[in-house]
T-cell receptor, first 112, second 117 residues
């Protein structure tokens, strides 16, 4: 069985400081992992994805994530937060032939 | 290239009614998936269609159904609406098989917000 856990429901950081959104997964097979962002009243936008190539994945808007198999983690980071990063972020796990599983989401707040 | 479009964007219905939501995928995409998003349950997978066939289904009652047309456009229908069906319904399209046969990236539409009174 597969699952995904986003360890924080809310994260607050000051503008210009680093962002860390944590995600742990459980999967019987080699998973594909994704991070999506959802701004208020908008659909989901793909930030980045891991599909068994490089373990450090770079995405849009300066975000990146590192796949750590030993820790079953896929944490999302950004060196310097911007006000426009305030949104909800979803970690997603997919395996071949199985259902997509979304994390519960982490709401990122950016403090001025 | 135009993104995934969903219509209508907002909908208000009363209990017992039925509703049909529409989704037009990105041109060339053949897989369409539907999701329900609520504050309590988060994002939950409803079903996936590929080449007019349902390929995968989540754990929702039979009141939730869908179909896909030959041009890959998809509709989702909910019959006998309940208050708990109030949610944001998201549609996503992908190039090939999506969930059923691969891990193609899914691209999401803006959603239809359904309110059941």
């Amino acid at each position: 069985a597969q699952s995904v856990t986003q360890l924080d429901s809310h994260v607050s950081v000051s503008e210009g400081t680093p962002v860390l959104l944590r995600c742990n997964y459980s999967s019987s097979y080699s998973p594909s992992l994704f991070w999506y962002v959802q701004h208020p009243n908008k659909g989901l936008q793909l930030l980045l994805k891991y599909t068994s190539a490089a373990t450090l994945v770079k995405g849009i808007n300066g975000f990146e994530a590192e796949f750590k198999k030993s820790e079953t983690s896929f944490h999302l980071t950004k060196p310097s937060a911007h006000m426009s990063d305030a949104a909800e972020y979803f970690c997603v796990v997919m395996t071949r032939g199985d259902k997509i599983i979304f994390g519960k989401g982490t709401r990122l707040h950016i403090l001025p | 290239k135009a993104g995934v479009t969903q219509t209508p964007r907002y909908l208000i219905k009363t209990r017992g009614q039925q509703v049909t939501l529409s989704c037009s995928p990105i041109s060339g995409h053949r897989s369409v998936s539907w999701y329900q998003q609520t504050p309590g349950q988060g994002l939950q997978f409803l079903f996936e269609y590929f080449s007019e066939t349902q390929r995968n289904k989540g754990n929702f009652p039979g009141r939730f159904s869908g179909r896909q047309f030959s041009n890959s456009r998809s509709e989702m229908n909910v019959s006998t609406l309940e208050l708990g069906d109030s949610a944001l319904y998201l549609c996503a399209s992908s190039l090939a098989l999506g969930l059923a046969g691969g891990t193609d990236t899914q691209y999401f539409g803006p959603g239809t917000r359904l309110t059941v009174l």
